[in-house]
């Protein structure tokens, strides 16, 4: 791997928003011949997760790497997160997950997104989201659950 820093250009129809997004996220260069990149943030809309291994290609009309498939998952799942109770400041949310291991990327306040790492039991992270949800604090998608992290 050269470690080389690329941005990959996802387009997707959002589910959230509910209309055709554009995101791009920066991967490490894993093997640019073969079209090959490792992703290295949190997506916030894009259905694949940090340290998913990609292949991209240039696209003349995007102007820019373009994803196309992935092909290895890392293990990592992405979960969204929209603050539904206004009262509640997304950085004290944030916190809550941080403690139960997980990363996260704050979008705006009121969105962000949680990286739980493979190695990591989603039970009680899903179990507080599910909390969280039934008194309407938030509402939460898992659009790129791994295999691992299945309930």
């Known amino acids: 791997m050269d470690n080389q820093e690329v941005k990959i250009l996802f387009r997707f129809f959002s589910n959230v928003m509910e209309e055709w997004t554009v995101e791009t996220l920066w ?3 894993v ?19 940090c340290d ?3 292949f991209a290609e240039y696209d003349d009309d995007e102007k820019m790497l373009t ?3 992935t092909i290895e998952h ?16 997304t950085n004290d949310l944030r916190n809550v ?10 979008f705006s306040e009121g969105y962000f997104v949680i990286e739980v790492p493979k190695n990591l039991d989603y039970n009680p992270i899903r179990e507080k989201l599910m909390e969280l949800e039934a008194q309407e604090k938030i509402g939460y998608a898992e659009p ?3 295999e691992n992290h299945y309930y």
């Open 67 to 69: 994803y196309r498939k």
């Open 52 to 54: 998913d291994i990609v």
């Open 27 to 29: 991967a490490e260069t």
């Open 31 to 49: 093997d640019a011949e073969k079209g090959l990149y490792k992703l290295a943030n949190i997506p916030f809309y894009a259905s694949v997760s």
């Open 144 to 146: 790129n659950l791994a």
């Open 74 to 89: 890392s293990g990592n799942s992405t979960i969204q997160v929209v603050v539904m109770d206004k009262n509640i400041v």
């Open 97 to 106: 997950f941080n403690s139960l291991g997980c990363e996260s990327e704050k």
